[in-house]
């Protein structure tokens, strides 16, 4: 497994990956669920690249960058055991070097749900995933649905730029209890933790209703919203039942429907989806 830290290292080596490429981007402090892309990412390509990247840009100035998890070495070690070809992980000054001026803006779908309670988010996102393709230059990237709105962004950026890039969809890989995998896990104690399981019991209480043939979503989030009320740390920032490619707000659940949420536990903010119908 090559590690490579700058750009012109990668061009140098990137003649000898065989085609075709598959791409896994992560800010690393890597679980199972940044695994099964990159296995995914292995199965269907004969070289799979990961990158290792904090992105600033897609922080807001009040937010976790700075405490954001990291461990190199560690992830490092996952990767090499994943049979991972080259793992690209640039410093900030790389990426983003003294004058650099230039931003991916994906339209309308970013103002919404994750986009409108983290303003900037989704042009930090779209613009380091447009370098790093540049960068690396796959034939297919491993996106997970986890944070199914950046997927969808991913796919519109792609689309729109004719970047000739497959994105491939990942479904969510859970804790044994329902809890999304997240690097930010590790910022809860054990009663935030215990009671983070509620992100799921909503969804799946979403999908259970609409199963009922209950389709109006103003009482599908009402239940879901009694749920979450009854764990005491937790605090709904949003709660969403939306047309899961236009993310547009649905006043009648029709599949394929997006039911997502973001949900602090005191200083932790989590996230999580289901696609119901
Ligand atoms: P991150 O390191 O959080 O930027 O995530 C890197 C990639 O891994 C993104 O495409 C995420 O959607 C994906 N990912 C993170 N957590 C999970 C999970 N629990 N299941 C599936 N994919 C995930």
Known sequence: MKIVKNIADFNRLRPQLTAPLGFVPTMGYLHEGHLVLVRRAREEN?????????????????????????????????????????????????IYPPGFDSWVEVG??????????????????????????????PDKAYFGQKDAQQLVVIQKMTADLDMGIEVVAVPTVREPDGLAMSSRNTYLNTEERKQAVVLYQ???????????????????????TALIGQQPLAEIEYISIADAETLDELDELKPPALVSMAVRFGKTRLIDNLVVG
Do not use: W
């Open 202 to 224: 909503a969804l799946t209480l979403a999908q259970k209703l609409y199963g009922e043939g209950e389709r109006d979503a103003k009482a599908i989030l009402k239940q879901m």
């Open 46 to 94: 004969p070289s799979v690249a990961v990158s290792i990247f904090v992105n600033p840009t897609q922080f807001g100035p009040k937010e976790d960058f700075a405490q954001y998890p990291r461990d190199p070495e560690r992830d490092l070690a996952l990767l090499e055991k994943e049979g991972t070809d080259i793992v690209f992980m640039p410093s900030a000054e790389e």
């Open 108 to 137: 309308k779908i970013t103002e919404k749900l994750e986009g409108a309670a983290r303003p900037g988010h989704f042009r930090g996102v779209a613009t380091v995933v447009a370098k790093l393709f540049n960068i690396v230059r």
